[in-house]
């Protein structure tokens, strides 16, 4: 890694990532869909949904069978018209035909392939108003005696309490214990039509379910048929209600249920239920149909079916639009808890005793937050539920999205939208079509969805219904009576094809298939390379012989068909590195190139050799833009800046010239800002812009001048300031001497002078010379110092006195 960056040091490191991140993804679109053994069409549209298999004769004459299988914008670029591409599909229609109050649409057509999904909308429609049947399903064994007594008042009472939420009210009743076989009832003679004659009280006998009364809106009637109950009997302590519910729900003639109603079924129990496989304890496996079998009101299948399933009972109230409420004992309610999380649209209430109020209020709140919660279940044929994936999510009518499949809190008249998205995973193993139903029902509503679905395994290819991969194979069979043979390196061949050989020979050529591939059954069938793809009737084209742009090839912006790049849409030229978007020619005024020259390839060409730059936006030999308009500024300025004078310029200004209060709100790259200054010395703004290759100018009429007070005041100060700065710099030059003192060699060891005053009686003599230096320092003080050189005799030494004057008087003589 080191070395690879020490080699491509020099190019921008964001360049390289960009090109091998191009390169990469040019690369990985295709290698989703083609691989070495996929060399059907259909195998290569189980890659995914965005593969397509091209199924035109000529398309790339010498490729092997998996090239036709690719992405479609690549196959277009390799001269696979669409017509010729069979892709995955996915057609979603809505019968608008059926009209519906509450679920809409009621009717969908998919088309999917493997791989595939398609997505949908289905709106739920909350009413103000519905009709209601209520379904009493009891326990009538020995315990329920005092429970069963207080519904005897709950008819009248509980039809004058839902007049608030319904506009009509009707009742049924149906009664169960348990299925009247051992080990459950005691199958003593004398107890099977009495269980209770220990007890000395007359009990009916026990049963898996009995319909007693179907719906109806007469309360009297109702409440007659409860007086005349009777309670049962059992031996164990678990209920078949589960067996009494799912023959509730199927029996609809029996029971009455009403299209347009909403469906209660409300359960009366003490204790848990038997479920599924419990009832082998009596020897019966037989698992149970989901169908009604009551004959004069008895459920006649007790005794040979097995109690059904949660999940067989769940599917049975929801497709019969049921909701279930459960009233048990609080002995119980743990048990039913757990329960009621199994089947949709059901409710819990948990009563100490069955009295009246207590179920009357237990019915309208379960009612009540039944209708106020929306959802939907969704359910693909048993047959199929292991190739397709189901999603749901719902829009509630106040704007949030709901993450468990349902809305709370609906009101009347609102909508609840469902986004359900169905999904292929896999086609049937012999690969054939297959036609699918998915219910879509909202949870206790009499309306739902059906979808039909149609998976489309099998290639079509076209009219002709070849689609020329493996499965068409030009050398099985018998071609035109020839015998076949198998080779052990190409498969069956045609005795005749040793002869037609010359049929993969170009013209002029003395080799098959120009070099680079085998002829079989009088085809080529290119070889591979690492380079790329070799194709063509005799294997005389490829994808790697084009021009490189960048260090890619095709500039990374095509693909490379028989030596020549086709271009990406958008980009241009022989190896597709011309952008056909102007955009990035355009200057910030919108203009190509400033106006000044053309866009050749994406860049601009300058028309003057003097402009340069990315938008022939710079002139460093033009003169400058500002001052060459000056000229034309002093003649409007000479003329009053007056538009009716404005024509005696014309002769030095551009045809457009006008007047402003203020050029600054034009500020930008389209206009230059200048500045004038008169002889008055007033400053006038213009500013000047070139489009088109038409010069605009615009003056300010608003100059800034400077009056001749403040002109004056300005002088002054300047004076001032400039008398002040002389003064400052004098003085600080005089601290400065005075600091530095002068002090003679061996002077005053004290660092000091003293002055006593100039000596008059000093008199030079005639044979001396007297040369006197005075020095002001300090400037109170004067020092003198006399050199003395008397007349001396020829050849002695020169000798001359110096004495200095002032503090501490000093006499050297020296010897020369």
């Not at 044979?767 to 006399?786: A, F, G, Q, S």
């Amino acid at each position: 890694m080191t070395s690879w960056l020490r080699t491509y040091g020099s190019v921008p490191l964001c360049l390289l990532l960009c090109c091998v991140v191009v390169l990469v993804c040019a690369e990985a679109g295709d290698s989703v869909c083609w691989s070495p053994g996929i060399t059907t069409c259909t195998e290569c549209l189980r890659r995914g949904p965005q593969c397509a298999w091209c199924f035109k004769e000529d398309f790339q004459d010498g490729l092997w069978p998996g090239q036709r299988c690719g992405l479609p914008v690549n196959l277009l670029r390799k001269g696979c018209e669409p017509e010729f591409m069979e892709q995955s599909e996915v057609k979603v229609e809505v019968n608008a035909t059926l009209s519906s109050t509450q679920v809409s649409p009621q009717d969908i057509s998919i088309t999917l392939r493997a791989g595939s999904e398609a997505s949908f909308i289905v709106a739920v429609k909350q009413l103000e108003r519905y009709p209601v049947d209520l379904y009493y399903l009891v326990d009538v064994s020995a315990s329920m005696q005092e429970n069963l007594d207080h519904l005897k008042t709950v008819g009248v009472a509980l039809s004058l309490r839902m007049t608030e939420h319904s506009s009509d009210l009707w009742l049924g009743f149906g009664s169960f214990v348990d299925k009247p076989v051992s080990p459950y009832i005691n199958v003593h003679p004398s107890k099977i039509n009495n269980p209770c004659s220990d007890y000395e009280i007359r009990c009916r006998p026990a049963h898996g379910f009995h319909h007693v009364l179907s719906m109806t809106g007469n309360m009297s009637e109702f409440t007659r048929v409860i007086k005349r109950q009777r309670i049962s009997g059992n031996m164990d302590t678990p209920e078949g209600g589960l067996d009494a519910m799912l023959q509730a729900a199927v029996c609809q003639r029996a029971v009455g249920w009403r299209p347009e109603a909403k469906r209660l079924l409300l359960l009366m129990t003490d204790q848990p239920s038997h479920l599924a496989l419990d009832s082998r304890l009596a020897g019966i496996v037989t698992p149970h149909d989901g169908l009604c079998h009551l004959e004069n009101s008895v459920y006649t299948g007790s005794t040979r079916m097995d109690h059904p399933s949660v999940g067989q009972l769940s599917d049975k109230l929801l497709e019969n639009h049921i909701y279930s409420i459960f009233a048990v004992e609080k002995q119980q309610y743990q048990w039913y808890e757990e329960l009621v999380r199994l089947l949709p649209g059901s409710h819990l209430g948990k009563l100490g005793l069955f009295q009246a109020p207590n179920l009357i209020e237990l019915v309208v709140d379960a009612y009540k937050r039944l209708l106020s919660e929306v959802a939907v279940s969704v359910s693909v044929e048993d047959k199929a539920v292991n190739r397709y994936w189901v999603s749901v999510s719902p829009l509630c009518p106040d704007g949030s999205t709901a993450k468990d499949q349902s809305c709370s809190g609906v009101q009347p008249n609102q909508t609840v939208y469902f986004n359900i998205t169905i999904g292929l995973r896999s086609c049937l193993n012999d690969g054939e079509d297959e036609d699918v139903r998915v219910m879509v029902r909202p949870v206790g509503y009499n309306e739902s969805t059906v979808i039909r679905i149609h998976s489309k395994c099998r290639c079509s290819c076209g009219p002709t219904r070849r689609c020329h991969d493996d499965s068409q194979s030009p050398c099985t069979g018998t071609q035109g009576g020839a015998i076949q043979e198998q080779r052990p390196d190409h498969g069956l061949i045609n005795d005749s094809s040793r002869d037609s050989d010359w049929k993969c020979r170009a013209n002029g050529s003395d080799v098959d298939c120009s070099g680079r591939g085998v002829c079989e059954c009088g085809r080529c069938v290119c070889e591979q390379s690492r380079l790329g793809k070799i194709y063509g009737k005799y294997c005389e084209r490829d994808d790697f012989s084009c021009s490189y742009e960048g260090g890619l090839l095709c500039g990374g912006h095509g693909v490379c068909v028989s030596g020549e790049c086709v271009c990406e849409d958008g980009w241009t030229g022989e190896s597709c590195g011309c952008p056909v978007s102007k955009a990035t020619c355009q200057s910030a005024s919108g203009l190509l190139c400033s106006g000044r020259g053309r866009c050749v390839c994406g860049k601009c060409v300058c028309d003057d050799p003097r402009y340069s730059g990315d938008v022939c936006d710079r002139c460093p030999a033009c003169q400058s833009t500002c001052q060459s308009h000056w000229k034309c500024v002093n003649c409007h300025l000479s003329h009053g800046l007056t538009q009716k004078e404005a024509g005696h310029c014309n002769s030095t200004c551009a045809p457009l010239v006008g007047y402003m209060d203020d050029v600054s709100g034009q500020a930008g790259e389209l206009w230059i800002q200048c500045l004038y200054i008169s002889n008055d010395g007033c400053r006038y703004p213009f500013q000047t812009s070139s489009q088109s290759g038409q010069t605009q100018l615009h003056i300010s009429t608003r100059p800034e001048c400077a009056s001749s007070s403040r002109l004056i005041g300005t002088f002054l100060s300047v004076c001032a300031l400039t008398v002040l700065c002389g003064l400052v710099v004098v003085a600080m030059s005089r601290l400065l001497l005075q600091k530095k003192g002068w002090s003679p060699g061996g002077a005053a060891e004290d660092g000091a002078y003293h002055c006593p005053g100039k000596d008059l009686s000093y008199i030079p003599t005639t044979n001396e010379k007297t040369v006197t230096y005075r020095r002001d320092h300090p400037p109170d003080c004067l020092m003198e110092m006399h050199i003395q050189v008397p007349k001396m005799p020829h050849g002695d030494p020169w000798q001359y006195k110096a004495e200095v004057r002032g503090h501490g008087q000093k006499e050297i003589t020296r010897d020369i």
